[in-house]
């Protein structure tokens, strides 16, 4: 399906034949514009940047790279191509044709889950928007930039979604989402981690690492529903949301790798003196990043997440891959729980475990870019192994709240707690140390000294190509 550039909202949704929608959304373009301007990258939105565009939505080739001033990047709506016949595939209505209009007793509920994913794209721009001024290359510079327009582009995904389905609700839940601000306290963004600054471009490796695959896991989720257009919209969002965690696990590799080379080089394990990043301190950021990400996965044990599921507006992680009845009332699953100072595994209703379940599948995939990266520090020889913290750690949210519990899942007292939280999370003294690292590098093919240069350009360009004309 050809995506229609002559439009003033580039779309595959034939938007020109349905005016209502379309006045809905030229409307709240300008709007959109307004906060890109406001709360976008800032002190780069007259540089050309070498960006890439959704052009279609094959899977082969959807992409165009070219020059381009981010205030022009052609935000769009592009939803995957329709599945002929596809069905509710979960919960209640399993069976039934997918939904191509909302069901009226679910309209609340979806209405909630679409404007909670909504609210994240535009957050995370507002956390990034000063990083720009730091990069520590051209390179990573065009990476932030590309994350940040196709964030853009997914909140245009979901006001599409408000706007066509949700009428004059949708339309006021649409302005809403260009007038929280992440951090603000009169009228923060929804979730927490979305709250929380990123300072630093460790940070940001980071959220694009961890946060950004919370995203994931929630859009596969969403892919799964049986209201068909949101299962579409998402199913294309996962395309570009590829590329975010890239970003992380590779700039965070990149950091492992320089580390490594450092601690060679000057035989120490110290790197504040040289100008690096040493192990520990890489490995407190994930002990935060990975903590605050788990609590946006919600209550283990969550009605809510029983509701989306039954109602068969949010599967599960490759819903239609797992062999069991995709109805889960008499289910049970493994939950782990806190049992005096123990953590134990007790069954719990499949249904009201859902987020959980998720949490899991996040879990292990996590788990697998941290082993590439401890990879890295055995070839180099070094002695060290890098760890997801255990999920009681450093939690806000669910069974775990309000424990003292240390990254190896030991309770501690409180006390001891509050002595030994700055040697388990980055503290004052850590941040002010990443954030005197932070000087911008803009000659093309230069790297800041903490971070390693990449394996390779994008789409086949050479590390030394201009990235960002400044
Ligand atoms: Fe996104
Ligand atoms: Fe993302």
Redesign the pocket.
């Known amino acids: 399906m050809a995506i229609d550039y002559a439009d003033r909202i580039p779309n595959n949704v034939g938007l020109s034949d349905n005016r209502r929608l379309q006045r809905a959304l030229e409307s709240w373009q300008p709007k959109f514009h307004d906060w890109w301007l406001e709360m976008g990258p800032e002190g780069f939105q007259a540089n050309e940047i070498y960006l890439r565009t959704a052009v279609s939505v094959d899977v082969d080739g959807w992409a165009h790279f070219d020059y381009l001033k981010m205030p022009e990047y052609r935000w769009g709506i592009f939803l995957a191509e329709p599945e002929a016949g596809r069905t509710v595939n979960f919960g209640q209505h399993k069976g039934e044709a997918a939904w191509q209009e909302v069901p009226g007793e679910y309209r609340g509920m979806l209405r909630r889950i679409i404007v909670t994913q909504g609210d994240?794209?535009p957050a995370s721009v507002e956390q990034q928007r000063q990083l720009g001024w730091t990069c520590p290359s051209l390179y990573d510079l065009r990476n932030l930039f590309q994350v940040n327009v196709?964030?853009g582009r997914?909140l245009w995904a979901m006001v599409y979604l408000l706007d066509a389905h949700f009428g004059r609700d949708g339309r006021e839940e649409a302005e809403a989402l260009l007038m929280r601000r992440s951090g603000d306290r009169d009228r923060p963004r929804i979730l927490g981690a979305f709250n929380e600054e990123t300072p630093d471009w460790l940070s940001f490796y980071m959220f694009t690492y961890f946060t950004d695959r919370d995203?994931r896991f929630q859009l596969a989720s969403l892919a799964e529903s049986g209201f068909d257009p949101l299962s579409r919209t998402c199913r294309f969002?996962l395309t570009e949301?590829a590329h975010h965690m890239f970003v992380g696990e590779t700039g965070i590799g990149r950091v492992v790798r320089r580390s490594c080379e450092l601690m060679n080089g000057h035989d120490t394990d110290d790197l504040r003196a040289c100008g690096g990043i040493d192990l520990a301190l890489l490995q407190k950021y994930i002990n935060f990043h990975f903590s605050v990400s788990l609590d946006l996965f919600g209550g283990e044990l969550s009605t809510n997440a029983a509701n989306y599921f039954t109602s068969g507006l949010k599967g599960r992680f490759r819903e239609t891959q797992i062999d069991d009845d995709h109805v889960l009332s008499n289910d049970t699953y493994r939950v782990i729980e806190p049992d005096g100072g123990e953590f134990v595994g007790a069954d719990a209703p499949a249904l009201t475990s859902l987020n959980e379940r998720l949490r899991d599948a996040y879990i292990a995939d996590c788990q697998r870019g941290v082993d590439r990266w401890n990879k890295v520090i055995a070839q180099q020889g070094i002695d060290f192994e890098l760890r997801l913290p255990h999920r009681a750690f450093h939690r806000a949210i669910g069974l775990f709240a309000g424990m003292h519990v240390s990254p190896d899942g030991q309770t501690v007292p409180e006390a001891e707690w509050a002595e030994r939280a700055g040697d388990w999370l980055p503290n004052d003294d850590d941040r002010t140390y990443v954030s005197s690292l932070m000087e911008p590098v803009t000659r093309p093919g230069s790297m800041a000294n903490w971070i390693a240069a990449p394996a390779r350009g994008i789409n086949g360009r050479p590390v030394e190509f201009e990235y960002v004309r400044l």
């Open positions: 994240t794209e196709e964030e997914h995203g969002m949301e």
